[in-house]
DNA sequence: AATGAATGAGGGTTCATTCAT
DNA sequence: AATGAATGAACCCTCATTCAT
């Protein structure tokens, strides 16, 4: 009983991961529905067939997909915050700011656009995302302006609202990259400044007038 | 001598509205391509067949939905600003935020989602949606902000980034409302104050230190 | 209780020949299950649904349009053939010559090429042509070749296979009129002229050496 | 390592001549536009989507169908043709006669009835007929009839007449074969001795006077 | 008698899924 | 484990037929 070799074993652990970036280029490029399974394994590599070893149907795989990247993401982020304290501002400019820049670049950025697609056609993906994302995902930004409002740094503003007006602009330029983006002669936006200057004009709205960090850092 | 009875007429005429209307709904629903020819047309209260006495094909009326609720809203939208003049933090107020307000609410809201799936599958939507929606659409943002920048009222900000600051919470509050919004058990957002919220915080960024707008109107 | 004025009164009473006219142009054209009702109804100056008026079905119609021409010709040709007597050479030049020359002109050509395409479809099809069209035909060419063997004008031939030695290229060149032609740049044959010398030269294999009419006429 | 094993492999190879042969069968007998593919496949012995596999669509299939057939009977003519020299008489009967009775016992001599059929629909077999059967066909008959004139042989004719008194009732003997004779309770014709005796009546006609190989052979 | 809008069954084609190899 | 030929359900679209006007 030969054990497989290396390189066949290194082959048969990547393929699950391969499959799923795959997958990940053609549900967001095409739409789920749009999106052939014959596309997923070319463009992984293999046949038809080796798909079906590894996920159980198409919407097991749209599933897989979206879990997976929203768990890396997920883990990536809340280890830049535990890494981090100090004022809203700070967190938000060295934190948030970064953590979507990242995101913004990579393949990930992709599942916005497939979830936001998708759905209404899956309620399981409907309830994970909401569970995993939304609502961790505002706690850690309601958390951050609360306490910045909390200390005086921040005007007493709407929580909640304030949240989306922050995080909805990131979102919309990651469904911009993987949307109307690749259509566009030229880009219509320069991410990484965007995110920036967008936080930033957020924050001028947000501090408190006296307050000394209301100037824009270099 | 005419040869319809003006019932039937009246139907005959009545009929490529109805057929948008079912279309936009069930598009947005379920994406165009796993949406079914069957369902728009039951949905609209006639046979298959019946679709394609209007529409060429299910793409043309895919193409016809997007122009046609387009093509109202912006119509609304020229309207609205011939009437106003004033400062810019007035125009955003009593133009921008009602339209938004008015579109949110409106099943033309769903044309966000429907662009933001299918462009780029269909080029020539890309190319329609950026010609009509997104270069005047930014033109006449781009203007307000200007002009708040030259005449002192706003800070001298990066109008580009601004203008998407703005607009991009307000397009995603109208993805949020065909995605994942109904799948939720409770609202997460009040559409008409979170875009009220919205501006007046974007406006707080905005507004020069000294400048007498700066509160909040009651 | 008004009559119908005349123009209208002829028009009903023209109906039925104006819809076979179309549909022998379209069935033939397109052949029986590639043609649209709307294009024989269009054809014939009416709307789809008038059509349904005289023949119950396309079927019937077919089916009517293959009666109607094939009774035309054959009451053409027994006229022309009680009105000659005479040897059988000259009734083949002077009888069945210009009958074949003048069917070939005539739109009603086409229905051979309708009954070789549908006649497996259509049994009664089958069954009329054979009775109505095969049968008689082939007893009055065999009668004639019969007499000219029997008074020693023709040489002791297979009767039989005379006669359809000398039919199938009459009804090929009808079928190809309806075929093939219109996709010529240039016309294969002169219609007239082959009939012509085909039957010349079949009549220089029939007839007996001795005989004085054999050489061509002028 | 062949990834398919013989017996898998020998399936595949055979697959598109079995999908050719029941298609030749379905469209002759229903005609093109009235068969139907689940037929075709069927009678294959396969599903209908098998057929995809290996033919784009129902168009495409028709004009492999006309091309692979006219492809090995022309093929076999041309051998037959260079393996013989000799007067022309002795090509007809000694060549063409064996050719066309083997024809007319074969399935391809479906063929005639669907080009007949069909061309009027597909510009693209009209042309790919004309230049492949029509042209040469016609110059290697041509070819013998003048060498028969040029050696005194044969009469002075219209060598092009000639030649299509001499093939349409063959072809015409093909299309009945196809049409009316499946209908008929008797045959109409039995089929080689109708050839033999078609060809030795045009000979009968052909041959000079004072020709030695006048007389039917035995 | 005539119209033509509406119907819905039917057929071409696609593609997720299976399974023999 | 991997393949890819085969399957057949599903869906877009057409068009013969109907029927309200």
Redesign the interface.
Known sequence: MSPLTPARQRRKEARPQELLDAALQVFV??????ARTDDVAHRAGVAKGTLYLYFASKEELLEAVIRHYIASEIAAGQEALVAHAGPSAALLREVVVPWWQRLVDSPASGVF?L???????F?EI??F??REV?EPGERVLAGIVQRGIDSGEF?P??V???V??LL??L???C?HK???G???DRP??DPH??IR??VE??????LS?GHGAAATPA
């Open positions: 490029e095409k739409g789920f529905a749009a656009k979830v936001i697609t998708e759905v209404r056609n309620p409907a309830a995302y909401t939304i005007r503003v709407d909640h609202h304030t989306y007006s909805f602009p979102v919309m330029l469904l993987h949307s109307l690749p259509c566009m219509m936006l400044r965007f200057d967008h004009l957020l924050l001028a709205g947000l007038p």
